[in-house]
């Protein structure tokens, strides 16, 4: 073999470009997060059909797609979209996720002696309290040395 050719076959073998497996590796890095929660929910419609006795060609028939459609559903790969997720739900009649909710009720009461309030003084220090920064994530404020929580 000619020093040409081993030259050539050196550098095929230390080409510049991105391997296959590298491009892959990074993007599970990139796409971590939403690929974690997809194979939740693969594991969890996995876990019904078994439960149901049902096969995934028969969840295909349920939603009204192939039966390849499915076999990506439950990889564990495919970043769902709610549409998916909602018709898997009602045809396993299970949830697959949720969407936690809450609401906050403030109640304010403000105990003053009996002599007069100058006016507008009320509606500068609320403006005051409402200017100031959360402490956390929680909502709670400092206000007059006392903690209240918003």
Same mark, same amino acid.
């Given at each position: 073999?000619?020093?040409?050719?081993?030259?050539?076959? /050196?550098?095929?073998?230390?080409?510049?470009?991105?391997?296959?497996? %590298?491009?892959?590796?990074?993007?599970?890095? %990139?796409?971590?997060?939403? /690929?974690?929660?997809?194979?939740?929910?693969?594991?969890?419609?996995?876990?019904? /059909?078994?439960?149901?006795?049902?096969?995934?060609?028969? /969840?295909?028939?349920?939603?009204?797609?192939?039966?390849?459609?499915?076999?990506?559903?439950?990889?564990?790969? %495919?970043?769902?979209?709610?549409?998916?997720?909602?018709?898997? %739900?009602?045809?396993?009649?299970?949830?697959?996720?949720?969407?936690?909710?809450?609401?906050?009720?403030?109640?304010?009461?403000?105990?003053?002696?009996?002599?007069?309030?100058?006016?507008?003084?009320?509606?500068?220090?609320?403006?005051?309290?409402?200017?100031?920064?959360?402490?956390?994530?929680?909502?709670?404020?400092?206000?007059?040395?006392?903690?209240?929580?918003?």
């Amino acid at each position: 073999m000619s020093i040409a050719n081993k030259k050539e076959i /050196l550098d095929k073998l230390t080409a510049t470009h991105t391997s296959k497996w %590298e491009e892959k590796a990074t993007w599970r890095q %990139e796409n971590q997060e939403w /690929l974690i929660r997809s194979q939740e929910i693969a594991l969890k419609v996995l876990h019904a /059909l078994r439960q149901k006795n049902m096969s995934q060609r028969d /969840l295909a028939r349920l939603l009204n797609c192939s039966a390849q459609h499915v076999s990506k559903l439950v990889s564990g790969k %495919e970043n769902l979209t709610l549409e998916t997720i909602s018709r898997l %739900e009602d045809v396993l009649g299970m949830r697959l996720i949720s969407i936690l909710s809450f609401s906050m009720t403030i109640e304010v009461s403000i105990n003053q002696p009996q002599h007069h309030i100058a006016e507008g003084h009320l509606i500068n220090q609320a403006e005051s309290i409402r200017a100031r920064q959360p402490l956390s994530t929680s909502g709670a404020y400092f206000v007059d040395e006392q903690l209240e929580v918003a």
